[in-house]
């Protein structure tokens, strides 16, 4: 019989049974655990490189903190993956991100271990917060602490609850993990014990001492003394910032190093004074695996994997990305005209800006994770004469929505946005699915609101963007490949609120807004092969909608279909308004919108997503028939 690889790993199915070992085993515990989390996601594909960063700080506060009493919220949630295999998930960390699977993320309902659910950034410190205050309102002892890093930190929503919790001197624990840029000088042997010195008892106690004798002298010598401590505080610790915001500071710490960590963790978990504790954790993203830390982006988010090589393996598209079309369609209307210029919010590869950024650096801005300053900032560009491409991901400008309301369309600036991952995004489930963004634009005066139906569209739409100056205007596309449809040398600007006629027919009508339109097309053979005349539209716009095409479509036809890869409130919904208010809905044409589920759907497989939604040509077909009263074979002739 071989012997296990990980035999200490073997023994641990939950925290209760990591904090029986002894702490000398824990290093070996850690390396075990790294291997794991390595091998798990060459099978899987996701987030490698955070979680590679946090093994021997997720060992660490295992076993000083007794979870799940005590609350440990990880933020972002793709930092995780080790967290989850010591916590009862190990036997199913091979099902990441598939559907029925663990989430690629923390999840409330997936586990006790996981108090709270972050996929978006810059969270936890409020949840925390939150926590933390119900706890001491209940009359509870336990801990809460939160892990924030992998750049979260640059959202200024984490420091509005840093801010709160100086106020609230509630007793939270906030490690800052700090794996990108260092806040304080590399960290050694010597800040290692300033940290365990500052995080003792002992010595907050003689600061405590110090600062009530301080508040005595006079005036002139006590304003002096507090200079000379704040100086020397910041020399020594980088913690000034955090120490003004109302935490103690302890750091910064070699987040690597379990016989640093373990004593600082036990120092601030047993301090009994209470108020809000930041810890200062310096850690390698992609740590311990060479393929990782010898990449520029340390393995981020990955496909599967070869172990050995780090390779990843990559499926043979047969069209270009959206993203990618997104990217070098921007570009050739950049080298047209000077005023172009580009912005993310810390996705420069994910939205593809990363390629703008190499051909215009002084023209493309990364403002990290910050997508209210985001739009704001696009906003005052525009206000310049410039011409701010805000690209997003449809679930992340959600953040952004009240900028986009006050700063951005109720002055009519006419900043672009470029809207990815707009509809169902498979494997990153339904914290990343971006359902929602045709029904929060759409609703507000002044926005123009597209949707490609395939690559070659969204190439015209980058070019109508680039052209509008009359107010703000949005281009939605989703993740993945295109359909294949030949590609435009150059983008043509489109007519604003003008749709187009695919095919024609009599009987059914099917106007189709966005990449539903292959699926409607197929619909449409389907229903040609029962005798059903079908015309197919692309309504291009959901806000204008073309409404000289959809009443030309509720007059000539006896069934409409509208459909979207959008939440009900949408594009649907704008139609049915209009036929509605014009008493158009008498005239006998029955309309049946369809949209995504009135659900978060759980991540899986985009094809069985899709049949989930109900969204694929045999459900048009379904739909057709339904508003017809006729079944299948029923209808030929007809």
Request: charge should be negative; proline fraction near 5%.
């Given at each position: 019989?071989?012997?296990?690889?990980?035999?200490?790993?073997?023994?641990?199915?939950?925290?209760?049974?990591?904090?029986?070992?002894?702490?000398?085993?824990?290093?070996?515990?850690?390396?075990?655990?790294?291997?794991?989390?390595?091998?798990?996601?060459?099978?899987?594909?996701?987030?490698?490189?955070?979680?590679?960063?946090?093994?021997?700080?997720?060992?660490?506060?295992?076993?000083?903190?007794?979870?799940?009493?005590?609350?440990?919220?990880?933020?972002?949630?793709?930092?995780?993956?080790?967290?989850?295999?010591?916590?009862?998930?190990?036997?199913?960390?091979?099902?990441?991100?598939?559907?029925?699977?663990?989430?690629?993320?923390?999840?409330?309902?997936?586990?006790?271990?996981?108090?709270?659910?972050?996929a978006h950034s810059s969270t936890s410190i409020s949840a925390g917060l939150g926590m933390a205050a119900a706890r001491d309102l209940a009359g509870r002892t336990n801990n809460?602490?939160?892990?924030?890093?992998?750049?979260?930190?640059?959202?200024?929503?984490?420091?509005?609850?840093?801010?709160?919790?100086?106020?609230?001197?509630?007793?939270?624990?906030?490690?800052?993990?700090?794996?990108?840029?260092?806040?304080?000088?590399?960290?050694?042997?010597?800040?290692?014990?300033?940290?365990?010195?500052?995080?003792?008892?002992?010595?907050?106690?003689?600061?405590?001492?110090?600062?009530?004798?301080?508040?005595?002298?006079?005036?002139?010598?006590?304003?002096?003394?507090?200079?000379?401590?704040?100086?020397?505080?910041?020399?020594?610790?980088?913690?000034?910032?955090?120490?003004?915001?109302?935490?103690?500071?302890?750091?910064?710490?070699?987040?690597?190093?379990?016989?640093?960590?373990?004593?600082?963790?036990?120092?601030?978990?047993?301090?009994?004074?209470?108020?809000?504790?930041?810890?200062?954790?310096?850690?390698?993203?992609?740590?311990?695996?060479?393929?990782?830390?010898?990449?520029?982006?340390?393995?981020?988010?990955?496909?599967?994997?070869?172990?050995?090589?780090?390779?990843?393996?990559?499926?043979?598209?047969?069209?270009?990305?959206?993203?990618?079309?997104?990217?070098?369609?921007?570009?050739?209307?950049a080298e047209k005209d000077e005023k172009i210029v580009a912005i993310t919010a810390a996705m420069p590869s994910g939205t593809g800006l990363d390629l703008f950024q190499q051909?215009?650096?002084?023209?493309?801005?990364?403002?990290?994770?910050?997508?209210?300053?985001?739009?704001?900032?696009?906003?005052?560009?525009?206000?310049?004469?410039?011409?701010?491409?805000?690209?997003?991901?449809?679930?992340?400008?959600?953040?952004?929505?009240?900028?986009?309301?006050?700063?951005?369309?109720?002055?009519?600036?006419?900043?672009?946005?470029?809207?990815?991952?707009?509809?169902?995004?498979?494997?990153?489930?339904?914290?990343?699915?971006?359902?929602?963004?045709?029904?929060?634009?759409?609703?507000?005066?002044?926005?123009?609101?597209?949707?490609?139906?395939?690559?070659?569209?969204?190439?015209?739409?980058?070019?109508?963007?680039?052209?509008?100056?009359?107010?703000?205007?949005?281009?939605?596309?989703?993740?993945?490949?295109?359909?294949?449809?030949?590609?435009?040398?150059?983008?043509?600007?489109?007519?604003?609120?003008?749709?187009?006629?695919?095919?024609?027919?009599?009987?059914?009508?099917?106007?189709?807004?966005?990449?539903?339109?292959?699926?409607?097309?197929?619909?449409?053979?389907?229903?040609?092969?029962?005798?059903?005349?079908?015309?197919?539209?692309?309504?291009?716009?959901?806000?204008?909608?073309?409404?000289?095409?959809?009443?030309?479509?509720?007059?000539?036809?006896?069934?409409?279909?509208?459909?979207?890869?959008?939440?009900?409130?949408?594009?649907?919904?704008?139609?049915?308004?209009?036929?509605?208010?014009?008493?158009?809905?008498?005239?006998?044409?029955?309309?049946?919108?369809?949209?995504?589920?009135?659900?978060?759907?759980?991540?899986?497989?985009?094809?069985?997503?899709?049949?989930?939604?109900?969204?694929q040509a045999r459900n048009i077909v379904d739909t057709a028939l339904k508003a017809l009263g006729v079944e299948g074979k029923a209808a030929v002739g007809a």
């Amino acid at each position: 019989m071989s012997q296990s690889k990980t035999p200490l790993l073997d023994q641990v199915k939950v925290p209760a049974d990591l904090r029986r070992l002894q702490p000398a085993q824990l290093r070996q515990l850690a390396d075990e655990l790294r291997s794991e989390t390595i091998d798990a996601v060459s099978v899987t594909g996701g987030h490698l490189g955070a979680g590679l960063g946090v093994v021997e700080l997720t060992v660490a506060l295992h076993y000083c903190f007794d979870t799940p009493a005590d609350r440990l919220i990880w933020d972002v949630g793709h930092q995780a993956y080790p967290h989850k295999i010591l916590t009862g998930r190990r036997d199913r960390i091979r099902t990441l991100r598939m559907g029925g699977g663990l989430s690629g993320f923390t999840k409330r309902s997936e586990s006790e271990y996981d108090p709270f659910g972050t996929a978006h950034s810059s969270t936890s410190i409020s949840a925390g917060l939150g926590m933390a205050a119900a706890r001491d309102l209940a009359g509870r002892t336990n801990n809460v602490v939160a892990i924030i890093g992998d750049g979260a930190l640059s959202a200024g929503m984490a420091y509005e609850a840093m801010n709160n919790a100086g106020a609230l001197q509630s007793r939270l624990v906030v490690i800052l993990n700090d794996n990108d840029m260092s806040i304080a000088p590399p960290v050694g042997a010597l800040s290692a014990y300033l940290s365990r010195l500052i995080s003792s008892k002992s010595y907050r106690g003689f600061r405590d001492f110090s600062k009530q004798v301080a508040e005595h002298l006079p005036r002139p010598l006590l304003n002096a003394a507090r200079r000379a401590e704040e100086y020397a505080r910041g020399m020594v610790t980088g913690g000034t910032l955090f120490e003004e915001l109302g935490f103690y500071y302890v750091g910064p710490i070699d987040g690597h190093n379990l016989d640093h960590l373990l004593p600082i963790l036990e120092n601030v978990r047993d301090d009994p004074r209470g108020g809000p504790v930041l810890v200062h954790v310096v850690t390698q993203k992609g740590k311990g695996y060479a393929p990782a830390e010898a990449s520029a982006d340390k393995l981020h988010a990955v496909g599967k994997f070869d172990v050995i090589t780090g390779t990843q393996a990559k499926p043979k598209a047969n069209a270009p990305s959206y993203t990618r079309v997104f990217a070098d369609s921007l570009i050739k209307e950049a080298e047209k005209d000077e005023k172009i210029v580009a912005i993310t919010a810390a996705m420069p590869s994910g939205t593809g800006l990363d390629l703008f950024q190499q051909k215009f650096p002084k023209r493309s801005f990364d403002v990290a994770i910050a997508e209210q300053h985001a739009v704001t900032f696009a906003a005052g560009m525009a206000t310049e004469g410039y011409k701010p491409f805000c690209a997003i991901y449809s679930t992340f400008l959600q953040r952004g929505y009240d900028q986009l309301v006050h700063d951005v369309a109720l002055q009519n600036l006419p900043v672009r946005f470029a809207i990815d991952r707009a509809g169902l995004v498979g494997a990153d489930g339904a914290t990343h699915a971006g359902a929602f963004d045709v029904a929060y634009l759409a609703c507000l005066p002044n926005m123009v609101v597209m949707a490609a139906a395939d690559e070659g569209e969204l190439v015209h739409m980058v070019a109508t963007c680039a052209a509008y100056d009359a107010g703000p205007i949005a281009v939605r596309y989703p993740r993945g490949e295109g359909v294949g449809v030949d590609m435009p040398e150059q983008g043509v600007p489109l007519p604003i609120g003008k749709g187009r006629i695919i095919r024609e027919g009599s009987k059914v009508a099917i106007l189709s807004l966005g990449t539903r339109l292959a699926e409607a097309s197929k619909a449409a053979e389907d229903l040609a092969a029962l005798g059903l005349s079908t015309t197919v539209a692309d309504a291009r716009f959901a806000k204008p909608v073309d409404m000289e095409l959809v009443e030309r479509l509720v007059r000539s036809h006896e069934v409409l279909i509208t459909i979207e890869e959008g939440s009900i409130g949408g594009f649907g919904s704008h139609v049915l308004h209009h036929l509605a208010v014009e008493g158009l809905l008498e005239l006998g044409c029955k309309v049946r919108p369809m949209v995504l589920p009135d659900v978060y759907q759980d991540h899986d497989n985009p094809v069985k997503q899709y049949e989930e939604a109900g969204l694929q040509a045999r459900n048009i077909v379904d739909t057709a028939l339904k508003a017809l009263g006729v079944e299948g074979k029923a209808a030929v002739g007809a």
